[in-house]
């Protein structure tokens, strides 16, 4: 069917969600093409969510499995918690992408590949026998053919470009097609290229004519009898960004700083995935930032105690390798009760583990992985958006509470992204913080009786000069003690200071009934989202299921212990062995069961729902 201009009008048809995983080579520019498609379509109007695939190797052979990248972003007309349990539609660059993420695409679902590149060495690389695309592998698929790699060449054959550098653009190709498909504007990558490239005017036009020539390819091709379109969602009012949570981290410390009028300082050694952070607050460096890239964890801990010590807000930031070389030195910050933050961006251990896949597997090392008695906070954010509300509540504790506290995110959060509704700063309250100035009354152990943190004495204040350092403090004074009643006294005195941060914390909300009922799921860190939409579709089907989701893991919020009490079962979700079923276990003598997975990859909904089913005895069937 032709329109008045003479082109081909597809059918459109309206969705309401659609999940798209993007996978090909580390070279392929998948993390690309998924960001773009992510920021078109948040811009768009729809809720988005998104979680990209990393290699582990920097530089895996070409064509091979351990080299092959993913991003899976999830659009919709509706509020939706996470990326999508499986993909609607893999567009697979080569037969290393399509091997690996097969198995995830349910039948009938869409696959979209590169036919250009399934030729025999890569077949080889990617461990086929046959090629995939004629031996019945893909039968019960929707299968669609694009020699996308001569198409792009094609497309660029007058660039003035090298082959390597025409090589280089097919993602925009495949992008182009994938807008053409789901109805999104060029527009808005078209504006990124030209910003991108400004420097260079041919790449940045070769760009924009392959990602145009990929979109009038899905406009003229006879492959695609629909195409598809998903309407803006009913979001509340406000002005919107699509941000990572590393992202939001970032800029959660940024405002902790504004908040307090104070210099942040972040000391980091570079560790996936929380090397991000550091990128990202290094670019501030006009708002007063300082960043440190130290030559290794222990010095990057060691020079935020320092800025904390000179009066700053000294944060450092690591992952589950780096927080135990820096455990020595928290013990310090413990010891000293100066107010640092360690941000903890988990991954999968033990040792180097798989660095780019995500884990929750770090949190008895948060809360027990020092010598002696050495407690220390701990808060956790959900989504990636809620980063930045966790990095401010991170440095109001340990200002407000003279306390270390750990940040503890993971490798789905930092990565992911989502649409964060930008706060208005003048609604932010300010983070009160005070020094003393008059030596006839300081005491640099002397304890706020509220929240027994101990006066934060800045260097070089006349008459305010004290002992620092590990040795234990005598109390009140501060001069270095070996006296066994003392040292129990101070002990106590820290444990009690960071039990009563519970005072200060708002208490855990309960998605569903309060009052109690069969089943409470709990949960802590990136497994929000997951939770939350398998406890929705359960309570849609009658089921008596609630959930609550702790951002407060040390201490806890004081409303936890009656709130278990009041359910006829706990069941823990976690992506580690059941380090956070222990604790509930421990402190409140509850029988919680654990769902637990240590894959590297997030949970799915249909996992979580099916565990519920099992609990409650429900003989529903699960999508």
Known sequence: ????????????????????????????????????????????????????????????PAGSIPGVSAFQVSFSSYDIHTPGDEPDV??????????????????????????????????????????PLDNGTLAGYRVIKVPISSMNARALKDAGLDTRQIDRSKNLFALGLMYWLFDRPLEPTLRWIEAKFSKNPLVAQANATTLKAGYNFGETAELFPVHYRVPKADLAPGRYRNITGNEATALGFLTAAHLTGKTLF??????????????????????????????????????????????????????????????????????????????????????????????QADLLQAMFGRNGECPVA?????????????????????????????????????????????PDIQDLPRIETTHPTDPATFKPYARDPETLARPWAIPGTPGLEHRIGGLEKDDITGNVSYDGENHDRMVRYRQEKVDRIANDIPPVEVVGDEAGGQLLVLGWGGTYGAILSAVQRARARGLSVSCAHLRHLNPFPPNLGPLLSRFDQVLVAELNLGQLRLLVRAKFLVDAQGLNKVTGRPFLIREIEEKINSMVKAEVSVR
Not at 106 to 130: C, S
Not at 388 to 414: K, N
Request: hydrophobic share 45%; aromatic share 8%.
């Open 90 to 131: 893999l567009v697979a660059m080569n037969p290393a992408a399509l091997q690996a993420h097969l198995a995830d695409v349910p039948k009938g679902g869409t696959i979209i590949v590169n036919t250009d590149e399934f030729n025999e060495v890569n077949l080889r690389k990617a461990a086929y026998e046959t090629n």
């Open 1 to 60: 069917m032709t329109g008045r201009d003479g082109k081909r009008e597809a059918n459109i048809q309206e969705l309401d969600r659609v999940t798209i995983r993007f996978a090909g080579d580390s070279g392929d520019g998948m993390q690309l093409a998924g960001l773009q498609f992510t920021n078109t379509s948040a811009a768009f109007g729809n809720d988005v969510s998104t979680m990209p695939d990393f290699p582990a190797e920097i530089r895996a």
């Open 266 to 359: 972040y000391g980091s050694y570079p560790i996936t995935p929380a090397s991000d952070i550091l990128q990202e607050l290094a670019r501030f460096k006009n708002f007063g930032v300082k960043t440190f890239q130290a030559e290794d964890e222990i010095a990057a801990i060691g020079a935020a105690i320092g800025a904390a010590f000179g009066g700053n807000l000294g944060l450092t930031g690591t992952s589950g390798p780096g927080l135990a070389l820096k455990s020595e030195a928290l013990g310090l910050a413990v010891m000293v009760e100066l107010p640092i933050v360690v941000a903890a961006v988990q991954r999968s251990g033990p040792s180097t583990g798989m660095p780019t896949k995500t884990d």
């Open 378 to 422: 701990v808060v956790a954010p959900a989504t990636p958006s809620e980063c930045f509300d966790m990095a401010v509540e991170a440095f109001r504790i340990a200002l407000t509470h003279m306390v270390p506290v750990i940040f503890l995110s993971d490798g789905y959060l930092g990565a992911g992204s989502e649409p964060w509704l930008l």
